[in-house]
């Protein structure tokens, strides 16, 4: 029976519980991605993730060591 006085308690506090659980893990975990990804443009330069990711010919246009026109 104790196994259902957990759920009980858990039922009457569940939604207050589910609201912290967002806001003290769901919420940071999920804004990862976004610095990754911020941190990451910043080191490839201006416009080149972005090509990279939504550009057919991103890979040929940035080349292996930089922009296609840089230091030819």
């Not at 759920?7 to 003290?24: C, N, P, S, Y």
């Not at 990451?40 to 026109?69: C, K, N, V």
């Amino acid at each position: 029976m104790e196994a259902g006085n957990r759920w009980r308690r858990l039922g009457a506090r569940g939604i207050d519980e589910f609201r912290r659980f967002l806001v003290m893990f769901v919420c940071p975990v999920s804004l990862l991605p976004f610095f990754a990804l911020r941190e990451i443009s910043q080191l490839l330069g201006e416009g080149r993730l972005w090509t990279l990711m939504f550009h057919r010919d991103g890979r040929a246009a940035i080349g292996r060591y930089g922009p296609a026109d840089h230091g030819r």
